[in-house]
């Protein structure tokens, strides 16, 4: 207030109506407080006061209204008489009266007191507002009044409320997505991250990692690149879209990331710090090195299959050669016998040779689609490792490899020999085992034998040979593998046989491994649970001890390949037994009917008309002791259970080994 304001008040009289000179918006007690003048003037400061923008009014000490202007109204929706009177604190959600007390005069601007406060509408409606209260000089009556201004600052809470809620939404958004997302001033220093990245760098929260650089988590090395990379950014103002980085941090860790870096301008396109996003990609770039490596090693097998292919083609064609070439010698009749005598040696064995790699396909082929099955029962293994010792022993005198010295140095006590267990499949694999022994061995020692060690029994079969290279010990367990290919040139084979014998002995639940030095000799090495079981009861024939009588002996051959059956008749010849044939089951079964002194059958399964199995039940049912001996050149387990079903009496393989047919022949003729 000025000063002849002051002295204009200090010169009032007693007419009660200020400011507006109307009594209606005063109060009695304001009469003493405004300035009374009878100029023109009092109707400009009351025009002046309803003038005014933002809701004002007088109050007294205690906060009684005591004058309001138009604004303040129209803020409240009280009217003026509803307004004056009325305790100001009675507006207002939280009350802050005795705030007043620290309000000085008007003179000390600097004690113009701001409040933030919640009004009450007159429609119950709750408005943020701003209220600034200055204290007027005290009136004639010595009481202080106080002029307030107040302003509706609802619209800026509302849109501070939405900032806050965009903001938190907007952090709410950059911590939830996977990315790492960081911003960094352009000395390269975080300034601000998102909790993706926080947790890569091993922090829990994003404010830990203000200020700090890369040079804080990775080797200086890997930090420079970095830095060297933004500071491009920000010399260039050119962004670097998805780079590969791969960061190994101080610890050791390895991860990959795709990254983003954009240069971050101010108002006036200057470079201030950079932008960046990065998304881990450690687990991408997993995949694409294993699809890598499959696609190497799909590669690798296709390789290996062409080479196999190449192997096999040679592994047929030499026997093949074998037999067709021989035969076609045998068909000259000036022919010594013993001439005759070598070649068809040379046919049998070519013979064989076919059969085991048709037989070391169809195991690997079971193998592969998990249908071998095994067959466990009680029997000696020391008699199973003398008869491959004998075995071998000839086969080493055969081959002409009598500079090898072959032992079996452990067995079994005697307690121990019977035991359950797959014995043709541990056969098959020792004899895989010595065979490979043999060819790859030109002098020194094979030895092989096997052990018990507590539950397990341990074989070994160790050579002097030519060894295998280290890296290469445990590919040659893979199927068509082969340390050289030129190796099948030189020693032959297809490189199935360890890949089965590894089939095998993981399926008996064991393990093989091989230890070998190069040019020094290797020992393979497997296992198989040991099972202890029973001396399996003595066979009442001993056939090698018996003596038939062929001449009053009738065989009914069922065979409708001619050449099998002339082999029949070559194998006979000397027996004077009588053969009869059937070219197929509906004759057989009508040759059974008719005749009735016939003593055995010898049965093909595979038949033009009905097949085996059928006539094997249909002959059962017309003479039921009549034996019936399958013949079948699907050699397997499943194929002699069909064939004991139908009824057979036993099963002989093709092509047929004379010592199992005279085996067979021996046990069901002699029984008769
Ligand atoms: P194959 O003998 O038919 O080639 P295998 O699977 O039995 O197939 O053997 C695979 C490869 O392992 C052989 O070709 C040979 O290179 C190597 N190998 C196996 N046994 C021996 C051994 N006793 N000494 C040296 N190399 C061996």
């Given at each position: 207030?000025?000063?002849?304001?002051?002295?204009?008040?200090?010169?009032?009289?007693?007419?009660?109506?200020?400011?507006?000179?109307?009594?209606?918006?005063v109060s009695?007690?304001?009469?003493?407080?405004?300035?009374?003048?009878?100029?023109?003037?009092?109707?400009?400061?009351?025009?002046?006061?309803?003038a005014?923008?933002?809701?004002?009014?007088?109050?007294?000490?205690?906060?009684?209204?005591?004058?309001?202007n138009?604004?303040?109204?129209?803020?409240?929706?009280?009217?003026?008489?509803e307004?004056?009177?009325?305790?100001?604190?009675?507006?207002?959600?939280d009350?802050f009266?005795?705030?007043?007390m620290g309000?000085?005069?008007?003179?000390?601007?600097?004690?113009t007191?701001?409040?933030?406060?919640?009004?009450?509408?007159?429609?119950?409606?709750?408005?943020?507002?701003?209220?600034?209260?200055?204290?007027?000089?005290?009136?004639?009556?010595?009481?202080?009044v106080?002029?307030?201004q107040?302003?509706?600052?609802s619209d800026i809470?509302?849109?501070?409320?939405?900032?806050?809620k965009?903001?938190?939404?907007?952090?709410?958004?950059?911590?939830?997505?996977?990315?790492?997302?960081?911003?960094?001033?352009?000395?390269?220093?975080?300034?601000?991250?998102?909790?993706s990245?926080?947790?890569?760098?091993?922090?829990?929260?994003?404010e830990?990692?203000?200020?700090?650089?890369?040079?804080?988590?990775?080797?200086?090395?890997?930090?420079?690149?970095?830095?060297?990379?933004?500071?491009?950014i920000?010399?260039?103002g050119h962004?670097k879209?998805?780079?590969?980085?791969?960061?190994?941090?101080?610890?050791?860790?390895?991860?990959?990331?795709?990254?983003?870096?954009m240069?971050?301008?101010?108002?006036?396109?200057?470079?201030?710090?950079?932008?960046?996003?990065?998304?881990?990609?450690?687990?991408?770039?997993?995949?694409?090195?294993?699809?890598?490596?499959?696609?190497?090693?799909?590669?690798?097998?296709?390789?290996?299959?062409?080479?196999?292919?190449?192997?096999m083609?040679?592994?047929?064609?030499?026997?093949?050669?074998?037999?067709?070439g021989?035969?076609?010698?045998?068909?000259?009749?000036?022919?010594?016998?013993?001439k005759k005598?070598?070649?068809l040696d040379?046919?049998?064995?070519?013979?064989n040779?076919?059969?085991?790699?048709?037989?070391?396909?169809?195991?690997?082929?079971?193998i592969?689609?998990?249908?071998?099955?095994?067959?466990?029962?009680?029997?000696?293994?020391?008699?199973?490792?003398?008869?491959?010792?004998?075995?071998?022993?000839?086969?080493?005198?055969?081959?002409?490899?009598?500079?090898?010295?072959?032992?079996?140095?452990?067995?079994?006590?005697?307690?121990?020999?019977?035991?359950?267990?797959?014995?043709?499949?541990?056969?098959?694999?020792?004899?895989?085992?010595?065979?490979?022994?043999?060819?790859?061995t030109?002098?020194?020692?094979?030895i092989?034998?096997?052990?018990?060690?507590?539950?397990?029994?341990?074989?070994?079969?160790?050579?002097?040979?030519?060894?295998?290279?280290?890296?290469?010990?445990?590919?040659?367990?893979?199927?068509?593998?082969?340390?050289?290919?030129?190796?099948a040139?030189?020693?032959?084979?297809?490189?199935?046989?360890?890949?089965?014998?590894?089939?095998?002995?993981?399926?008996?639940?064991?393990?093989?491994?091989?230890?070998?030095?190069?040019?020094?000799?290797?020992?393979?090495w497997?296992?198989?649970?040991f099972?202890?079981?029973?001396?399996?009861?003595e066979?009442?024939?001993?056939?090698?001890?018996?003596?038939?009588?062929?001449?009053?002996?009738?065989?009914?051959?069922?065979?409708?390949?001619?050449?099998?059956y002339?082999?029949?008749?070559t194998l006979?010849?000397?027996?004077?037994?009588?053969?009869?044939?059937?070219?197929?089951?509906?004759?057989?079964?009508?040759?059974?009917k008719?005749?009735k002194?016939?003593?055995?059958?010898?049965?093909?399964?595979?038949?033009?008309?009905?097949?085996?199995?059928?006539?094997?039940?249909?002959?059962?049912?017309?003479?039921?002791?009549?034996?019936?001996i399958?013949?079948?050149?699907?050699a397997?387990?499943?194929?002699?259970?069909?064939?004991?079903?139908?009824?057979c009496?036993?099963?002989?393989?093709?092509?047929?080994?004379?010592?199992?047919?005279q085996?067979?022949l021996?046990k069901y003729?002699?029984?008769?």
């Amino acid at each position: 207030m000025h000063k002849e304001q002051k002295k204009s008040s200090k010169t009032s009289t007693k007419k009660t109506t200020v400011i507006g000179g109307s009594s209606d918006y005063v109060s009695e007690s304001s009469t003493h407080q405004i300035n009374e003048t009878n100029n023109s003037e009092i109707i400009d400061y009351k025009y002046l006061f309803d003038a005014l923008y933002a809701g004002t009014f007088v109050m007294d000490e205690y906060g009684k209204i005591l004058l309001v202007n138009k604004a303040f109204e129209s803020l409240t929706l009280y009217s003026k008489h509803e307004l004056v009177e009325l305790n100001f604190n009675s507006l207002l959600t939280d009350k802050f009266t005795g705030e007043l007390m620290g309000i000085e005069s008007t003179h000390n601007k600097a004690n113009t007191n701001l409040h933030e406060v919640r009004l009450k509408r007159k429609d119950s409606k709750l408005i943020w507002c701003i209220v600034s209260i200055s204290k007027i000089e005290k009136n004639q009556s010595g009481k202080d009044v106080y002029l307030a201004q107040i302003h509706s600052i609802s619209d800026i809470k509302k849109s501070e409320e939405k900032n806050k809620k965009d903001k938190e939404l907007l952090n709410y958004l950059i911590n939830s997505i996977p990315e790492n997302i960081y911003v960094k001033d352009i000395n390269s220093q975080f300034i601000y991250v998102n909790k993706s990245m926080a947790q890569q760098l091993g922090h829990l929260y994003p404010e830990e990692l203000i200020s700090k650089s890369d040079f804080d988590y990775f080797p200086q090395k890997t930090a420079k690149k970095l830095y060297d990379d933004e500071q491009e950014i920000i010399r260039t103002g050119h962004p670097k879209i998805n780079m590969e980085e791969k960061l190994i941090s101080k610890k050791g860790r390895i991860r990959w990331y795709s990254t983003s870096k954009m240069p971050w301008f101010d108002e006036n396109g200057n470079v201030i710090g950079i932008i960046g996003i990065g998304l881990d990609i450690t687990d991408l770039k997993e995949e694409q090195r294993k699809l890598k490596k499959a696609k190497r090693l799909a590669e690798k097998a296709d390789q290996l299959k062409s080479s196999f292919l190449a192997n096999m083609s040679h592994e047929i064609r030499t026997p093949l050669n074998g037999i067709l070439g021989f035969s076609q010698f045998l068909r000259n009749k000036d022919l010594s016998v013993d001439k005759k005598n070598r070649y068809l040696d040379i046919i049998l064995s070519s013979g064989n040779q076919l059969l085991g790699l048709i037989n070391d396909i169809i195991d690997i082929s079971k193998i592969d689609s998990g249908q071998l099955r095994l067959n466990c029962n009680s029997f000696s293994l020391n008699n199973l490792l003398n008869q491959l010792y004998v075995y071998f022993k000839e086969e080493l005198v055969r081959q002409k490899k009598t500079g090898i010295y072959l032992e079996l140095k452990k067995t079994l006590s005697e307690l121990d020999t019977f035991i359950v267990s797959d014995e043709l499949r541990i056969k098959q694999v020792l004899i895989n085992l010595l065979s490979n022994a043999m060819k790859f061995t030109n002098r020194g020692s094979i030895i092989f034998g096997c052990e018990r060690i507590d539950q397990n029994l341990t074989f070994f079969v160790k050579d002097t040979g030519i060894g295998i290279k280290e890296k290469l010990q445990s590919e040659i367990f893979e199927r068509f593998r082969q340390v050289d290919s030129s190796y099948a040139r030189e020693y032959g084979g297809t490189g199935l046989g360890l890949a089965i014998s590894k089939g095998l002995i993981e399926l008996l639940e064991g393990e093989i491994w091989v230890e070998s030095k190069t040019n020094k000799g290797s020992t393979f090495w497997f296992t198989v649970p040991f099972i202890p079981g029973q001396k399996p009861a003595e066979s009442p024939l001993d056939i090698s001890q018996i003596s038939i009588n062929w001449e009053d002996k009738k065989i009914l051959v069922v065979e409708d390949d001619e050449f099998s059956y002339q082999l029949l008749e070559t194998l006979f010849e000397d027996k004077k037994i009588k053969l009869l044939h059937a070219s197929d089951g509906l004759k057989a079964i009508q040759i059974v009917k008719n005749s009735k002194n016939i003593d055995m059958v010898l049965m093909d399964i595979k038949l033009p008309d009905i097949d085996g199995y059928t006539a094997t039940a249909k002959i059962k049912s017309i003479q039921k002791k009549l034996p019936v001996i399958a013949q079948t050149a699907y050699a397997s387990e499943d194929e002699k259970n069909k064939c004991l079903q139908a009824g057979c009496d036993d099963y002989i393989e093709k092509p047929l080994k004379i010592e199992k047919l005279q085996e067979i022949l021996e046990k069901y003729l002699k029984k008769k």
